[in-house]
Every structure is written in C-alpha cells, then in structure tokens.
C-alpha cells in the first residue's frame, strides 16, 4: 500500500510540476529580454506575460445516492472532485489538465475499512495549431477517446448513470496523440493513436489506430463514424481487437435532443468458447428542456455480448433509463460548456433524480433470492461545475 501511495504522490506530483512548466512558460517564450529595470512600471502581469495568455480553472464536484430495489443496497456518496486548468502558452499552443480524486467503489469494504481514493490524471493534452488560420491541429497526451455520443465526466452527459454502449462497447480514454484536419466548415477528419483500450501505459510491444470523420450538414445536426484497431493485452498474450462506431446528435425543435451511438467490434481469440468474439450495440437518448429549471432525458439501449468477450457471458444487456433534471445556471466557457455535438449549455447546478431498468437474457444481476435477469436502481445525483 505504501508503494501504491508514493506511486500516486509521485504521479500527481508529475501532473503539477507539468501545469507549474505550462504557467511559467510565456516568462521564458518572449522574443525580446525582460527588461527588470522597467518591471516594476510594467507590471509583473506585463512583464511575465500574465494578462496576455491567462490561466483557466475550471472543474466539477459530484455527489450521489444510490437505492438498488432487489437487494436493498443503499449509500450516499461525495464521490468525486475535478479540477481543470488551461492556459494558452503562445498564440499556437496551449496545454489543457484535469486531475481527478474519486472513491474506488469497485470492490465492496467492510464497514470498518477506508473506502480507497483514486487520484487520476483525466486529461492532459499538449496542443499545437499553425498560425495563419491552419485547418490542422496536433495534440499529445491523455484524452477522451472521441467516438460515441457520451463521455466520461458526469457535467457532459444527460444522466447520472451510464449506458452497457459506454462501459463495454468501446474504450473511454487513449494514451498518445491525435491530428484534426477542419476538411471544411461542415466536415472533420480526425486520426488517433496511442497504448490501447484504456491503457495508462503500453502493455505490448503493438499500437492502436483510428480515426473519425464527422459530418454537421446543417444547424442542429451532428454525424460521425470511426474506429479503432490494435493488439490487446500483455505482451505474449495479445490479440487483435476493434471496434466501429457511429454517433449522432440531432437538435429539431428548440430544447429537444435527439442523441446516441451504435458500436460494432470484435476480438480475435476472445471468445469464452474459444475462436473470435463479436460484440454490438446501440443506444438513444431523447431530452426535452421543459422550461428554464426543468428538463428531462429518456434512454434506451441494448448490447449484445454474442462471445462472452466483455462481460465473461454470452447475453444480450437492455436498460431503459428516465432522469428528470432540475438545473440553474450557466456554466462557464472551455470542456464544461457544452454538452458534446449540441448546444445545450452546461448547467451550473443539476439534481438529477433517475430511475434504471436493467435486463438480460440471463441471471446476471444479483438479488436478495439470488440472480435475476433484471434489476432496478434509483439514482439522486448533485453535479455542480465551477
């Protein structure tokens, strides 16, 4: 354990000796000398360049409670707490952050044990554009892997749970670097590679690779296909995993949505009968804003484990999921500002109260009379973003 903790000291440490680089930077990226003589007339903020490229703090704070109706499980949580920082190191580069502390709920504890605290690096992305209104961008690092309708932070998404689609469809995170390329004011291009599947690190010796090529043909409408191929697993057990995807938000009507996904993907060797495993699936999300403080999102979904590959069972999952939002606010500009593909602004300030019906084609899910096929979770979620 103590291992463990220095690992994450050292970690985080890492994190925040990169942000202090990224701030003291423009101090040193001046194209002519400090004059110290005339700072004290200047301005520190002048002369380290402070007003010119300032520093962003954003983040997000999330608590919960969460009532599972077969078992009687029950527990309030402040589960999770991120912080964001972006700053502009010259007029072609800027460098963007998040850390994020989190409860472990993985693994059940006793009621005498500390439940574990994750510090994670989210998000950390060194980014470079060329000047003169270049359609390229370049940037390395840790980011949301930019496939699909939902994402990883709890402010981006419509509802406090996420989907089957989400958790076994299709990674949530890549390691290494991605190129976009505005091919045209309606048509993008962006190609990705990195570790693998969620990797911090590079497990094997391979590479994964990908790309998407989106599409927004008229005002309140978004498309994208893509993919990602590569070996899987430590090294002298890999096999050859991918996946395709499609995502799509629609805005009809002021204050509807109409969003989702369908993935597709497979795994050489990865069958739990052995031989090559399949998976698909596909989700849709309708919300309707019904005033200024109320809305509301209904969800639909069903996935398809055809080999066992994600879930260790051959099964087919579904769940229907209705979440009645109040909100207040508007949050600020940068990753929190809009939900992804739409112009809904991010609240500052959500309740969200859900209701889920999970099934499947077999007893996967546990109750108080053993396993079931289905089950039913309540869920009251506070998210607040600053």
């Known amino acids: 354990m103590r291992d463990t903790a220095r690992g994450r000291r050292r970690t985080v440490s890492a994190a925040f000796v990169l942000v202090a680089l990224a701030i003291a930077a423009p101090a040193f990226a001046q ?147 991605y190129g976009r390329w505005a091919v045209s004011p309606t048509v993008d291009l962006m190609v990705m590679g990195g570790d693998g599947w969620d990797a911090q690190v590079d497990p094997n010796h391979g590479k994964t690779g990908g790309a998407r090529l989106g599409f927004a043909p008229f005002e309140g409408a978004s498309f994208g296909i893509g993919g990602l191929y590569g070996p899987e697993g430590d090294q002298g057990d890999v096999h050859n995993r991918w996946v395709t995807v499609a995502d799509y938000a629609l805005e009809p009507a002021p204050g509807w949505i109409l969003a989702g996904e369908a993935n597709y993907g497979g795994e050489q060797e990865a069958a739990v009968a052995g031989g090559d495993a399949n998976w698909y699936g596909a989700t849709l999300s309708v919300f309707k804003r019904l005033s200024r403080t109320f809305g509301a999102t209904l969800r639909g979904e069903t996935f398809r484990d055809a080999d066992g590959a994600r879930t260790g069972d051959v099964q087919t999952l579904q769940s229907l999921t209705f979440t009645p939002v109040y909100f207040i606010g508007t949050g600020r500009e940068g990753i929190f500002a809009n939900v992804e593909h739409t112009t809904f602004r991010i609240p500052r300030f959500q309740v969200r109260a859900e209701a889920r019906l999970d099934h499947s084609t077999i007893d996967a899910f546990e109750t108080d009379n053993g396993p079931s096929d289905w089950q039913m979770r309540y869920v009251l979620q506070l998210v607040a973003t600053f």
């Open 31 to 177: 194209d002519q000398p400090i004059d110290l003589g005339s700072a004290s007339s200047q301005g520190l903020g002048d002369v380290a360049g402070e007003n010119d490229y300032p520093l962003q703090i954003t983040g997000f704070g999330v608590a919960d409670y969460d009532y599972a109706q077969r078992t009687g499980d029950n527990s309030f949580q402040a589960g999770k707490i991120a912080v964001a920082l972006f700053r502009e190191l010259s007029d072609n580069v800027w460098l963007f952050g998040q850390l994020t502390t989190a409860l472990s709920t993985e693994e059940p504890v006793a009621a005498d044990e500390e439940v574990p605290t994750e510090i994670e690096i989210d998000n950390l992305l060194l980014n470079f554009t060329p000047g003169g209104g270049s359609p390229l961008s370049l940037s390395v690092g840790k980011f949301d892997v930019p496939l699909g309708f939902e994402r990883d932070d709890e402010p981006l998404n419509l509802q406090a749970t996420s989907s089957f689609n989400f958790e076994l469809g299709r990674p949530v995170k890549l390691v290494g670097g």
